[in-house]
């Protein structure tokens, strides 16, 4: 069995090894899937995070419908669905909700599952912009969420407790981090696809698992000779990529296409940082996750992402970029009108926009778009 | 000399000295806006319609938005600099701006464009056609009210601010979209930060840290206003923005209590959607003639209380609607046709906000407290919390929650908010999508039905009880 069915198999026993596990008294934290919860905290008290990133089904979409209106962002709305229909069970495990405060479409799902849910949920805020009241502010968060932790497990998170969940964290985002460079040098070293996966699961897999299985992983990368690829190299970056919404990987991949790096605020976890382990771990924490941390669209300014992206787009040598949001994401619908020319000034690319609302009937006229734009980044 | 344009300035209760005064200021207004006697004359027209104008100080009010719009229009021609504060924000900001220096316009403009080119001229729609096609399309649920600043720059008929203030403590999207504009034109802006991030339940408490960092962040503001267009507000000024402010608000409590009577003697079109956000967009006119104005107002009311006159028969159903329309009296009146009587508006009721000593070190600080004490800025669940209260306080039959479907705060209550009222206090809530920036997709007939239904189930009620 290579790494990736392994990961694939252990997902699939995920979930009864969770709930054996709070049969024996663990407890279960979901957080959102936003990237701003610190596993750290959950790890360190003795609980199992468990990121709630499942997504794409528009039957979830349309559910959500009794409790909110459809004006809200795609992903969340999709969570209401799941959260209240029962569809999804990670929602019915949890002994904590973490609801990282980011947008006014997390504060709405946030919201309806405290009004209809009899959930214990916590959420902290996320300031919009980087600078000392706002780092400050985000670590306060982090101080309430900890000592919250503590009261659900009985468990003082200690230095020691809290620096070696940062160090198995670390090592997590490292190999991830090494994994996604790889394709910096060697496009075809792993398809996006597998890469989205192995990211997937480090929400959901058991912590040390997962890092034992992408050290080898990474071992087997390297032993592999560099791999040929034929079509345009991708960057792909947008709003949420969640678990379960592969449409345009999917579409991506049938047209031929490489997509040879992903950057998204939801869904997937950043790998970019890592945790500074000498000092106050606290504070190193919110450094990590708020301050280093490339801003999500919904900063104002935003433009530390797009210029990121655009870094993103030279080192990896792409052709082309495809942006993919949900719909009613308004941060990004906004940012989607003006970076396409500052792309265009900074790299000569071009910019392909997709919207989604997780309905199937998009995947036609969205193929069409695919196929247009591949075939341009081609002549 | 007469003009094409004086009746309508003149209905708008223009002096006959001051239009003479005004008449340069007026024309040049008029060419950038591209209006001439066709539009002026079916403004009139707009007007007589829409607007109670046999009352002096609707008159007033409709004056003053349009000696705002002037000042916005012709703001860089005459040589001031200028700064833009989005909407909602923190009351007194803008006005302590304009405290601060005679050099300065100071001002909210989709705000002013929504009452003036809306409200009188009834010309939003091209200011909006051309927001859709500068970067905020139709069919994504985008704020209307970013639409018409876009729309409004990208057509040149505003100024390009020296500076803006964003509002990011409520809002995403006006912050992002005075980004886009960043982009496009270059200005400096500066985003007043906050997290809703209250538990749902929390109110009235709050976590001290929430008004630290707001309040750090409309301190700041104060310092890069300095930075960049050389205006130095200091706390007497500030607290002078903040006295205007309240000062104002002061004005439309006591009219919100002369009108609360059976018959209601005035529309809420005119109080809540022509009146209420005069001191929240305009910082000159509203400051020097918007107090007196509202008292003119007052007086007329009280002869019409005391005349028994009704805008809608004696014993209509007594409803709190969420938001007048910024831009279209026609949704009050169509809810007035529909045998309503509009007596309080969420944004005008007084609230039980119970009285403080305040310790807070800084005047930001004392700002942002007010917010989270007030409510609007703290979470959803101390807006239904407020609301539940004015439903009791006021004594309505009912409540028109007419959320803004593109405005995502606000959209995210669309049906929490009823049903926290209705569990609170037993009265109806009619969850009513609006845009109440653009009537082009929510016009008030296509909502007719609606309203029409729900004003018969309060009837019903009303019949059953007595």
Redesign the interface.
């Known amino acids: 069995m290579n790494e990736m069915e392994k990961i694939s198999s252990h997902l699939k026993g995920r979930l009864v090894d969770l709930w054996r596990a709070k049969d024996q008294g663990r407890k279960i934290v979901g957080y959102s899937a936003g990237g701003y919860m610190p596993e750290e905290l959950v790890l360190a008290c003795g609980a199992i995070p468990v990121g709630l990133i499942r997504s794409g089904d528009h039957a979830m979409v349309e559910m959500a419908g009794?409790?909110?209106?459809r004006?809200?962002d795609t992903f969340a709305r999709a969570q209401i669905g799941m959260a209240l229909s029962g569809e999804d069970p990670y929602y019915k495990m949890v002994d904590l909700l973490v609801m990282p405060?980011t947008?006014?479409?997390i504060?709405?799902l946030?919201?309806?599952l405290?009004?209809h849910t009899k959930m214990d949920?916590?959420?902290?805020?996320?300031?919009?912009?980087k600078g000392k009241?706002?780092l400050?502010?985000y670590l306060?968060?982090l101080t309430?969420l900890k000592k919250r932790l503590e009261e659900l497990t009985g468990v003082e998170i200690t230095e020691p407790k809290l620096r070696e969940a940062a160090e198995l964290c670390n090592k997590e985002r490292a190999l991830l981090k090494e994994i996604s460079l790889k394709r910096m040098s060697d496009p075809g070293v792993i398809r996006s696809k597998d890469f989205v996966m192995l990211n997937h699961a480090s929400c959901l897999a058991d912590k040390q698992f997962m890092v034992k299985t992408l050290e080898s992983l990474s071992k087997e990368l390297k032993k592999r000779s560099p791999a040929s690829i034929q079509g345009p190299k991708i960057l792909l970056t947008g709003s949420t990529l969640a678990q379960g919404d592969s449409k345009v990987l999917d579409l991506l991949d049938e047209v031929g296409a490489n997509v040879v790096i992903e950057e998204f605020a939801e869904g997937m976890k950043p790998y970019w940082q890592n945790v500074t382990l000498n000092g106050n771990l606290m504070e190193a924490l919110a450094d990590c996750y708020f301050m280093k941390r490339v801003c999500p669209?919904?900063f104002?300014?935003?433009?530390e992402r797009l210029d990121f992206l655009v870094k993103l787009a030279k080192d990896f040598k792409v052709d082309g970029v495809i942006w993919y949001h949900l719909?009613?994401r308004?941060?990004y619908?906004?940012?989607s009108?003006?970076f396409p020319s500052?792309l265009k000034k900074e790299t000569g690319l071009s910019m392909l926009l997709l919207e989604s609302d997780y309905d199937p009937s998009e995947v036609g006229q969205m193929r069409t778009r695919i196929e247009t734009f591949i075939e341009t980044l081609r002549r | 000399m007469a003009s094409f344009y004086d009746r309508l300035y003149t209905l708008c209760g223009y002096e006959p000295e001051e239009l003479e005064k005004q008449r340069p200021r007026i024309e040049a207004t008029l060419k950038k806006l591209g209006l001439g006697p066709g539009d002026t004359e079916a403004a009139e027209d707009f007007v007589r319609r829409n607007h109670e104008v046999d009352l002096l100080g609707v008159r007033k009010i409709l004056g003053i938005w349009l000696k705002g719009l002037t000042d916005l229009v012709l703001a860089k021609d005459e040589g001031k600099k200028v700064f833009y504060f989005g909407f909602p924000s923190i009351g007194g900001i803008g006005m302590a701006v304009a405290e601060s220096s005679e050099d300065v316009y100071s001002g909210c403009p989709d705000v002013v464009l929504c009452h003036t080119l809306g409200q009188i001229f009834n010309k939003l729609n091209p200011i909006l056609e051309a927001g859709e096609q500068n970067?905020?399309p139709a069919g994504?649920?985008?704020?209307t009210l970013q639409a018409v600043r876009v729309g409004a720059l990208a057509k040149g008929i505003i100024p390009i601010p020296d500076m803006v203030s964003?509002s990011?403590y409520f809002?995403?999207?006006g912050?992002?979209?005075?980004?886009?504009l960043?982009?496009?034109y270059g200005y400096p802006?500066v985003?007043v930060?906050?997290?809703?991030?209250?538990?749902?339940?929390e109110f009235p408490d709050f976590?001290p840290?929430?008004i630290?960092?707001l309040g750090?962040?409309i301190n700041r503001l104060f310092d890069e206003v300095e930075k960049h267009m050389g205006v130095k507000v200091d706390a007497e000024k500030f607290k002078q923005g903040l006295f205007r402010n309240a000062d104002y608000m002061k004005a439309m409590g006591q009219l919100s209590q002369v009108m609360n009577v059976d018959p209601l003697p005035i529309s809420m079109a005119t109080v809540g959607g022509l009146a209420r956000f005069l001191g929240t967009a305009d910082t000159r006119w509203a400051r020097v003639e918007g107090r007196k104005a509202v008292e003119i107002l007052i007086q007329e009311i009280q002869k019409r209380v005391e005349k028994g006159y009704g805008v809608v028969p004696k014993g209509a159903p007594r409803v709190l609607v969420g938001f007048p329309s910024f831009s279209d009296p026609g949704l009050i009146h169509m809810m007035e046709d529909a045998g309503l009587a509009v007596v309080a508006m969420t944004l005008m009721a007084p609230l039980r906000v119970k009285s403080w000593e305040s310790n807070q070190p800084t005047l930001g600080e004392q700002r942002a407290e007010i917010e989270m004490r007030v409510g609007f800025y703290h979470?959803?669940?101390a807006i239904a919390k407020r609301w539940s209260e004015v439903c009791q306080d006021t004594k309505v039959d009912g409540f028109v929650w007419d959320?803004l479907?593109?405005c995502?705060?606000i959209?995210?209550t669309?049906?929490?908010l009823k049903?926290?009222v209705e569990d609170e206090t037993g009265i109806p809530v009619l969850s009513l999508?609006v845009d109440i920036y653009d009537s082009r997709y929510y016009s008030p007939s296509s909502l007719r039905t609606r309203v029409e239904t729900f004003a018969d189930i309060l009837r019903s009620r009303k019949a059953a009880k007595n």
Not at chain 1, 66 to 69: K, Q
Not at chain 2, 140 to 143: A, D, Y
Not at chain 2, 175 to 180: A, Q, V
Request: glycine letters at 6%; a neutral charge; hydrophobic letters at 30%.
């Open positions: 009794a409790y909110i209106c004006w809200i405060n947008d006014n479409n504060r709405a946030t919201d309806v405290c009004i949920i916590f959420p902290f805020g996320v300031p919009h912009q009241y706002a400050e502010y306060h968060g309430k669209g919904w104002r300014p935003g433009r719909m009613y308004d941060s619908k906004l940012e009108h003006y500052i | 970067g905020l994504h649920s985008l704020c964003l990011s809002c995403d999207m912050s992002k979209t005075d980004e886009l960043c982009e496009r802006s985003a930060d906050g997290s809703m991030d209250s538990k749902w339940g976590d840290m929430r630290k960092y750090a962040q979470s959803n669940y959320y479907f593109n995502r705060p959209a995210s669309s049906h929490l049903k926290v999508e």
